[in-house]
T-cell receptor, first 112, second 108 residues
Framework: DTEVTQTPKHLVMGMTNKKSLKCEQH?????MYWYKQKAKKPPELMFV???????INESVPSRFSPECPNSSLLNLHLHALQPEDSALYLC???????????FGQGTRLTVV | GQQVMQIPQYQHVQEGEDFTTYCNSS?????IQWYKQRPGGHPVFLIQ?????EVKKQKRLTFQFGEAKKNSSLHITATQTTDVGTYFC????????FGKGTRLHILP
């Protein structure tokens, strides 16, 4: 199994809502990542987890809250988002930090 | 901080023509990875280069890492419509650095 599965594929949420994005991999990878991608731009790194511990937070606003419940799962909790947070949110995993990364299909988030 | 400049930003080629994208850095890179993202898709890993002067081939794709490890290129021979997408380079030191990508359009 070489897949990274993200749910949901699409999400529309209001600025007062709380929602969560989920990511799952069963490749035994020890590093997991959240990226944000705007149209026609490269992905921007948000968070890196290594061995289930947060190792990198790229100065992401606190309205985004990551969680790694176990080595296979990565969540991104969303609260009080702004319309400019609308983007494709990509999860990725790799054997170790900075090795070949496998990306999920992404969650297309629209904040209204 | 370290940056990687990727050029060109866009490239339109006739089907069958060759295509090259470059990533350049002012500082030595420890390694470089290349990814492809199809329109509406997600990035897919293509290759990792680590050694100075390294050249790797995958069918019509040739990847090079410069002798000084400050630049890298991806060359596609005889492009096909399936090559459409954006090609990104990524490098790592103490952080992950993405090139801005080269968007390849194929004209039939």
């Amino acid at each position: 199994d070489t897949e990274v599965t993200q749910t949901p594929k699409h999400l529309v949420m209001g600025m007062t809502n709380k929602k969560s994005l989920k990511c799952e991999q069963h490749m035994g990878h020890r590093a997991m990542y959240w990226y944000k991608q705007k149209a026609k731009k490269p992905p921007e790194l948000m968070f890196v987890y290594s061995y289930e511990k947060l190792s990198i937070n790229e100065s992401v606003p606190s309205r985004f809250s990551p969680e790694c419940p176990n080595s296979s799962l990565l969540n991104l909790h969303l609260h009080a988002l702004q319309p400019e947070d609308s983007a494709l949110y990509l999860c990725a995993s790799s054997q170790y930090t900075y090795t070949e990364a496998f990306f999920g299909q992404g969650t297309r988030l629209t904040v209204v | 901080g370290q940056q990687v400049m990727q050029i060109p930003q866009y490239q339109h080629v006739q089907e069958g023509e060759d295509f090259t994208t470059y990533c350049n850095s002012s500082t030595t890179l420890s390694n470089i990875q290349w990814y492809k993202q199809r329109p509406g898709g997600h990035p897919v890993f293509l290759i990792q280069l680590v050694k100075s002067g390294e050249v790797k081939k995958q069918k019509r794709l040739t990847f090079q890492f410069g002798e000084a490890k400050k630049n890298s290129s991806l060359h596609i021979t005889a492009t096909q419509t399936t090559d459409v997408g954006t090609y990104f380079c990524i490098t790592f030191n103490d952080k992950i650095i993405f090139g801005k990508g080269t968007r390849l359009h194929i004209l039939p």
